[in-house]
């Protein structure tokens, strides 16, 4: 069942499949977010859902226990660019933290290598301003100014990545290599799949997303045909996580570490007549890998002191084994950590309630061995104090006034999206926050209840489902914000205070909208002067929207205090003339 092949030819210069152009390999790196392998029709999707994914395979090698590092978007990537896991490049979360710039990253090395370079990318989350840009002379993302007036949104249609793409390449001169990324976010949640794809998945959105996903990769690779620069471009697709829809009682993906959510995708397709062609390999692999694979591929140099391991390179290791990390739950909900390893016949988890699941056995993770037998996770955790152990990069946090990139996180439905907290517990540190395994009903409640407001308006019956969530755990900030919402959309501005400021207890990433609507609540119960003081607090470090400081003047000047309110005038002139 497992071949491996690795050619020397592969870091020499090879003739392109035309014939008639010397040039080194080039790499196209493909980005499938949120999607699970059974969409694919090559790990088990009904045949021809996904004919050009699937042709990878068939030209390639498909990995069939890949597992994510952590099932959260930035982190994921971050490893894919790295080699090194989460706790090594500490980029633990989305939209806060920022991918340092020590990072040695494939587009650098690519760069470097005189390899032109680009990205272009779906999702917000991605943005440049967290740090994937680096080495990049193009990165394209929602939030690049051309963009900007036409995508609100904060994520593009894989149609329109694979169309910038295809006009980028069509500038590479023809001796030139490439290293090309495209990320697609079609499968991601909000599902609204293009067309007529929703029939052709009976009904399935989700499928539906991937399906389109897949047709629009296809463009891509028929123009590179097209261009003969197809068989000498070393190509890996591979998705950053999974999605849960519905199993271990998660909709999405990010809080839990169930294999549901870890398990991807992994498809590397070597240079044409490099051999390997059909390979299946069932050892464990990780996202990690993707960072020297390319390396070796593409000649780009030592992969360095990293995590991962050249998924071509040979056999692995018969006791390979897979770090991974859930640190969403720490942000959102005040839950413990989760942080385990995973290898061939078993997966530890570490967090107030350890877990350890015999794999073989148990592929669906249902019976919690670490009770009765905690000496099997020893290895495990002995895997895991040793990552500990290694050198780290410096940690960098996004800046305050990326706050409306947060926001639009946030509408994609990251709970955790921003938080200015710093420290992250170690991960094998003993904690007595709940463990977010324990806590599944919670998540469904607060879950249901963010897509009743985000894509209902239904507040009453969202606020009901996040009282519920409060009255389990007060200091889960993000659950009073939101009822918060909720309650002072339905004008119950009394309790709406006490949410908000239940939520200001306890310092979550919302301190400024939690103050911006306190202090309207406050307004609408004639409590003028603690809604200025609110409002003075939030808009002092942030521009905050333009109406939260006309309400704070229009306040001063009905208070009297005229030389405040003249101060926020002049401040609102010089913001609205720059
Ligand atoms: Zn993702």
């Known amino acids: 069942m497992r071949r491996y092949y690795r050619s020397a030819l592969c870091i020499l210069a090879l003739s392109a499949a035309c014939g008639e152009v010397e040039r080194p390999p080039s790499g196209l790196l493909i980005t499938l977010d949120t999607t699970n392998p059974e969409a694919l029709s090559c790990y088990g999707a009904p045949a021809g859902w996904t004919p050009h994914l699937d042709r990878l395979a068939n030209e390639g090698v498909l990995f069939e226990e890949a597992r994510t590092v952590a099932p959260i978007t930035l982190p994921a990537h971050a490893s894919m660019f790295t080699g090194l896991t989460p706790l090594r490049h500490t980029v633990r979360r989305n939209g806060s933290m920022v991918v340092p710039p020590e990072a040695r990253t494939l587009a650098e090395l690519a760069r470097e290598k005189g390899m032109r370079t680009a990205a272009f990318v779906a999702g917000v989350v991605l943005d440049s301003e967290f740090g994937l840009d680096q080495g990049f002379e193009t990165y394209v993302d929602p939030q690049t100014p051309a963009n900007v007036e036409e995508h609100l949104e904060a994520s593009r249609p894989a149609g329109e990545i694979v169309e910038e793409a295809i006009a980028w390449l069509g500038g590479v001169r023809e001796d030139e290599p490439f290293f090309l990324w495209v990320h697609f976010y079609d499968p ?28 629009a990769l296809g463009r891509l690779l028929e123009y590179m045909e097209e ?29 839990f570490v169930f294999d549901t959510t870890l398990n991807v995708p992994l498809i590397v397709r070597p240079l044409t007549g490099q051999g390997s062609a059909g390979t299946r390999v069932d050892s464990p692999v990780s996202v990690v890998d993707v960072f020297p694979t390319f390396v070796n591929a593409l000649g780009l140099g030592a992969a360095g002191d990293i995590d991962g391991v050249d998924l071509l390179a040979g056999p692995l290791a018969a006791d390979r084994g897979v770090y991974f990390e859930s640190y969403f739950g720490v942000v959102a909900f005040h839950w413990s950590q989760l942080a385990g390893w995973a290898d061939a016949e078993g997966k530890f988890i570490h967090s107030s309630q350890p877990e350890f699941f015999a794999l073989k056995a148990d592929p669906a993770e249902s019976t919690n061995l670490f009770g009765s037998r905690p000496e099997l996770a020893e290895p495990y955790r002995a895997a895991v104090e040793a990552l500990c152990a290694r050198p780290r990069l410096e940690h960098e946090l996004l800046d305050d006034e990326y706050l409306g990139l947060m926001g639009q996180i946030e509408r994609l439905g990251y709970a955790g999206a921003y938080t200015d907290e710093v420290g992250a517990p170690e991960p094998l540190e003993p904690s007595t926050a709940p463990s977010p395994h324990e806590r599944i009903q919670v998540y469904s409640d607060f879950t249901r209840a963010r ?54 207890q306890y310092r979550g990433g919302e301190r400024i909208p939690a ?64």
């Open 451 to 504: 897509r009743l407001m985000v894509e209902e308006g239904d507040m009453a019956q969202a606020g009901a489902l996040l009282a519920r969530v409060v009255r389990s755990n007060p200091a889960n900030h993000k659950a009073q914000f939101h009822l918060g919402m909720c309650l002072k959309d339905t004008e119950r501005f009394v309790e709406a205070i006490a949410a908000f400021r239940a939520a200001l």
């Open 227 to 255: 261009r003969g620069r197809f068989d000498d471009t070393f190509i890996c697709a591979v998705a950053d996580h999974g999605e849960g829809r519905g199993r271990n009682g998660e909709d999405t993906h990010g809080y």
């Open 515 to 578: 103050e911006l609507n306190l202090a309207v609540c406050y307004y609408n119960v004639g409590q003028t002067g603690l809604a200025i003081d609110h409002l003075k607090s939030a808009l002092e470090e942030t521009v905050g929207p333009p109406g939260a400081m006309k309400l704070l003047i229009q306040l001063l000047d009905q208070a009297g205090r005229e030389a405040e309110a003249q101060r926020y005038r002049e401040r609102l002139r010089r913001l609205s003339s720059t």
């Open 188 to 215: 991601h949640f909000p599902y609204k799949p293009p067309g007529d794809w929703l029939s052709k998945a009976k009904g399935d959105a989700y499928l539906a997303e991937v399906g389109a996903m897949d047709a």
